[in-house]
């Protein structure tokens, strides 16, 4: 079974200051995907970013950016000159390679504070 | 180009009611998926369906039923409904079955409230 974890439950960050989300995941597969959903107050679910576990290369997205620990099942998010529009709740979530179903863990709630 | 809809966008209902929520896919997406979200929760997954045929299903009671139509529309309907339904139920639609090489999009959801 896949199990998500995030332990953060909320945290806020500085206007234009840099803030890092953590992320633990349980699998016993060896090749499986990573990423990070933003739900703003709009309900609505956005990808933020995703990593391939085959890659040891962390993955970037202009202010966002991974650091993947495959051995250690570690999964964080860098937010890089935090903005207003950041706020929102951020979901780190798991598929298998062959799977059909996120896996999300339960959530940090993130203020960007002005 | 329209995203993936979901109607009604809250409604509430009273226990042992039925409830059906619909989902329309971006066009062109073949694949619908449904996730239930608790407050304080991340969402559950409850179906999937793939060319009209259920590919996936959680670990949720057989009140919980699903279907895609032949234009890749998608119904989720639940029976007899009790207080812990109250969630917010989302739908995503993607190109595929498999999420591996297509990106899922997720609907703003329906919010239910069971009374």
């Known amino acids: 079974a896949q199990t998500v974890t995030q332990s953060q439950p909320e945290m806020s960050v500085q206007e234009a200051e840099t803030v890092t989300l953590s992320c633990t995941y349980d699998t016993s597969e060896n090749n499986y995907y990573l990423f990070w959903y933003k739900q703003p107050p709009s309900r609505q679910m956005i990808l933020v970013i995703r990593q391939e576990a085959y890659k040891q290369q962390n993955a970037t997205e202009n202010r966002f950016s991974v650091n993947f620990q495959k051995a250690a099942k570690s999964f964080s998010l860098k937010i890089s000159d935090s903005q207003l529009g950041d706020t929102a709740m951020y979901f780190c979530?798991?598929?298998?390679?062959?799977?059909?179903?996120?896996?999300f863990g339960t959530g940090t709630s993130l203020t960007v504070i002005p | 180009d329209a995203g993936v809809t979901q109607s009604p966008t809250h409604l509430i209902k009273t226990r042992g009611q039925q409830v059906t929520l619909r989902c329309s896919p971006i066009s062109g997406h073949k694949s619908v998926s449904w996730y239930q979200q608790v407050l304080g929760q991340g969402p559950q997954f409850i179906f999937q369906y793939y060319e009209k045929e259920e590919r996936g299903r959680g670990n949720f009671p057989d009140r919980f039923s699903a279907r895609q139509f032949p234009n890749y529309s998608s119904e989720l309907n639940v029976n007899a409904l009790l207080l812990g339904d109250s969630a917010l139920y989302l739908c995503?639609?993607?190109?595929?079955?498999?999420?591996?090489?297509?990106?899922?999009?997720f609907g703003q959801g329906t919010r239910l409230t069971v009374v």
């Open positions: 995503a639609s993607s190109l595929e079955g498999g999420l591996m090489n297509t990106e899922a999009f």
């Open positions: 979530a798991f598929i298998s390679w062959t799977g059909n179903q996120f896996y």
